[in-house]
């Protein structure tokens, strides 16, 4: 058994350190080059409507407010000014969703939006994305050197989306920053029973907050019945997902699935996301909640254990946001493309548990 599992690890530690690091340095270089652009873009945007602040830096080689989606997909996240004469919104009627709506008192003229505030005194995510969507357009047409072939604006979404060089997506969202705020709909969070996470990194994740996106919900297509549907914000958990995932072999147990994910989950009607992967991540913390159990040794294990988590997921056709349960990951997602990528996981964790040499292959 310990012979096994000694080869696994060693074909585990191979694998991160050719396929892996291959896969990263790739999207390094990738996010240098779309980030370059797309700054370009947003100084334009700024120029045009100075409420739209480019938040997108290079800080110590890392670009502050850049989230890699995949390989070729990019999310630049453009965090906007004064929230504060809303008040955060969170009663469930729209899950993984949020409303800002003006406080008491305060009056609409008081707001740096004032024109994206509704009738009912909502701050309209869909107006404000709407209208930086019109403001992209220009710049993009306006930039000098950016011709059909390397930017070019994506008509078919509401969401704010650029093709770049024909390989890459880049996705630009407006947002607020929700320091120290946690919904209502998270408040079961942690399971009281539960020893992962201590108290000190719950009191940490819960002051860190959330971030309130606008954008179309990938998970609420088919429910498009609320009047303030438009109006709302979705809620992100991404910095406090990172601040969970710190520590023993999390992440580098994440950046194997991804890279498994690219070359054989790649599927179409895109069953399988690198969020999901993330997701049962966090749950996989939960099941082994002592550090021991994330020590480099225990890898291949935690590795076999979200695939198997995955596989039940597919054939349930159910994946439940790890803070918001109500919420359903595989929303909108074809039956036949969740039955497929069950059959192809369950194909990987069959030769990963039977082959300790599958990964040469893989």
């Known amino acids: 058994m310990l012979a096994a599992q000694s ?12 396929r892996v690091q291959s ?44 989230r890699v989606v995949s390989s070729t997909e990019f999310e630049v996240i453009l965090y906007l000014n004064q929230m504060g004469v809303f ?75 650029l093709r770049i060089r024909d390989r890459y997506i880049v996705q630009i969202t407006p947002a607020f920053k929700c320091s120290g705020i946690w919904p209502r709909s998270a408040n079961h969070w942690p399971p009281m029973h539960l020893p992962w996470p201590n108290a000190n990194l719950v009191a940490e994740v819960k002051s860190e907050g959330l971030d309130l996106l606008s954008k179309e919900s990938n998970y609420a297509k088919e429910k498009q019945s609320s009047a303030t549907e ?22 580098k147990c994440l950046s194997v699935l991804k890279s498994l994910r690219d070359k054989h989950l790649d599927m179409t009607g895109h069953p399988i996301e690198n969020y ?13 909640p002592r550090e021991s159990e994330w020590d480099e040794t225990c890898l291949g294990d935690r590795i076999n254990g979200i695939l198997l ?12 946001h790890y803070f918001l349960p109500n919420l359903d990951l595989f929303g909108g997602k074809p039956a036949a493309a969740l039955d497929a990528a069950a059959k192809q996981v369950w194909r990987i964790l069959r030769e990963l548990i039977t082959n300790s040499r599958s990964l040469e292959r893989l």
């Open 230 to 251: 438009g109006d709302a914000w979705i809620i992100s958990f991404y910095h406090v997902e990172e601040m969970l995932l710190l520590g023993g072999c999390r992440q």
């Open 276 to 288: 999901h992967l993330k997701t049962l991540l966090l749950y996989e913390c939960e099941k082994h």
């Open 7 to 18: 080869k696994l690890l060693f074909q585990l530690n191979k694998y991160y350190n050719e």
């Open 309 to 320: 988590q995955l596989i039940s997921c597919l054939q349930n056709r159910k994946c439940h």
């Open 23 to 66: 896969r990263k340095s790739a999207i390094a270089k990738s996010v240098r080059d779309v980030c370059k652009l797309t700054q370009e873009i947003l100084k334009e945007v700024e120029l045009q409507e100075p409420r739209f602040i480019s938040s997108l830096a290079e800080i110590n080689g890392h670009f502050e407010g850049l």
């Open 87 to 161: 008040n955060f919104v969170d009663d469930g009627a729209l899950p993984g969703c949020a409303v800002l709506k003006l406080s008491d008192g305060r009056k609409r003229s008081m707001s740096l939006w004032v024109e994206f505030i509704t009738a009912s005194g909502y701050l309209s995510a869909r107006k404000i994305r709407s209208r930086f969507q019109t403001l992209v357009a220009q710049a993009v047409e306006k930039c000098s050197g950016y011709n059909d072939q390397q930017v070019k604006m994506l008509t078919d979404t509401t969401d704010v989306k």
